[in-house]
């Protein structure tokens, strides 16, 4: 589906000279010449916004294989150019049969009340929760979508469940959860599976979607199952319960995790305690937890001290390197060694901030991602990446998002 090599030095031509304003005139004047079109020609058209060409590329794609790229490139196109005539409509939904979700996306993009009811009407006869989610954001389909899913989640066996619930709860907001949930017979199913052993037919993060959902219509309850996953040894995804805790009871989760942290044995779950209560200011229980008669009480405050203010941590930490119990002073240590690197990352963000060559921006860029601390593995972005990709282009906070990702995954491991 690539793009004509023809074009390509015109386009780039026009970029060097600032004439983006041309480009897509220049592009219909290279393709005019051109007896039929690529796959790549339709989708530059479709990219450029060239709303000239929008019967051009109907009639490319009534006569393309359902199959071939020119059809997907067709729909992509269509969807671009958000070109909301009838049959662009018609056409698409078409499509929705061997594209779902591309065709689904471009009636999207068109977003008139003939685009959204030519995917609702699909999703009637294929209701699929995938595909169905989107519909949730617009008011004119909003309705009928909250019944199929409440009907699909109601009735599915519980290994579908555990398939579905991560989707349901990755791609909604709260208030939308919360409407979603209303439903009686879905709460007391939420309740089950919250607290539900895993066995054999464990879905990655079902549990913790579980719980999520249920935590829209019974906080407490949410919190009770957060708590007793974070505390069983033998829970699979350990790691997102310290977060969840937090976003369901930020007060009440700094003593759980301060407990666990005392008595935890996996390092993963160690760095998603520690990122979880970085988010909050617990500087007053940890002072506590140094003085208790309990090692492990006097440990939990090490392991979490250097995710807490800078201007104490540092004293204090100091003063735990003569405990009587030795594992207390190592892990003390390792933290004045971890505040000695946050240090480093904040210089070498105040450099990035004011940095004005490319080369060497991308190169401080990559030396804050080695030394700053990237957050827990379930937690959201720490202030520094925020700060670093506010405003920045799509492509500059993709890549910090993905270098993000990958940090957490090495910490957990090396921790």
């Known amino acids: 589906m690539g793009i004509p090599q023809d074009i390509i030095p015109a386009v780039i031509e026009a970029r060097r000279e600032g004439k983006l304003a041309d480009l897509s005139h220049i592009v219909v004047e290279k393709l005019a010449k051109k007896a039929s079109l690529f796959s790549g020609d ?13 019967e051009q590329i109907q009639r490319a794609l009534e006569e393309a ?21 009838e049959k662009s409509i ?7 049969v061997h594209h779902r979700f591309a065709a689904s996306n471009a009636l999207f993009r068109i977003n008139t009340s003939a685009a959204l009811q030519a995917v609702m009407a699909y999703t009637r006869e294929h209701p699929e929760v995938e595909y169905i989610l989107p519909l949730l954001s617009h008011n004119e389909t909003k309705h009928d979508v909250l019944g199929l899913i409440q009907e699909l989640l109601r009735e599915c066996r519980v290994f579908d469940l555990r398939m579905k619930l991560p989707l349901v709860v990755s791609a909604t907001d709260k208030a939308i959860l919360a409407d979603i949930y209303e439903d009686c017979s879905l709460q007391e199913r939420m309740r089950k ?51 969840l805790l937090m976003d369901i009871d930020k007060v009440g989760a700094i003593s759980v ?61 100091h003063g735990m390197l003569d405990d009587p119990c030795e594992e207390v002073t190592q892990i003390a240590g390792r933290g004045l060694e971890q505040l000695s690197q946050r240090k480093q990352a904040d ?30 593995e379930h937690g959201p972005w720490p202030q520094w990446a925020r700060d670093v990709c506010d405003n920045k282009p799509y492509l500059i906070r993709q890549y910090v998002g993905e270098q993000i990702k990958r940090r957490r995954k090495e910490l957990a491991k090396n921790k």
């Open 65 to 85: 294989a359902p199959d071939s790229e020119m059809a997907i490139a067709c729909v992509l196109a269509l969807g671009y150019l958000e070109h909301d005539d």
């Open 257 to 317: 995790i301060i407990e666990q942290a005392g008595k935890e044995k996996s390092q993963e779950v160690h760095r998603s305690l520690c990122g979880a209560l970085g988010q909050t200011d617990a500087m007053g229980q940890l002072k506590k937890c140094l003085y208790a008669t309990d090692a492990k009480a006097r440990l939990a405050a090490c392991r979490l001290l250097p995710w807490q203010e800078m201007n104490q941590a540092p004293v204090l930490l």
């Open 193 to 243: 599976e919250a607290f539900r052993d895993e066995g054999s037919s464990w879905v990655v993060g079902s549990k913790a979607a579980a719980i999520r959902c249920l935590a829209t219509f019974d906080n407490p309850m949410a919190f009770l199952a957060a708590k007793t996953a974070l505390r069983n040894e033998n829970a699979h995804d350990r790691t997102h319960y310290a977060q």
């Open 90 to 96: 018609l056409l698409l939904a078409q499509q929705l």
């Open 42 to 54: 339709i989708m530059l058209l479709g990219l450029l916004g060239v709303k000239e060409s929008a």
């Open 347 to 376: 210089a070498l963000l105040a450099a990035l901030s004011v940095e004005s060559d490319k080369d060497r921006w991308w190169i401080l860029l990559d030396s804050v991602i080695a030394m700053a601390d990237p957050g827990g």
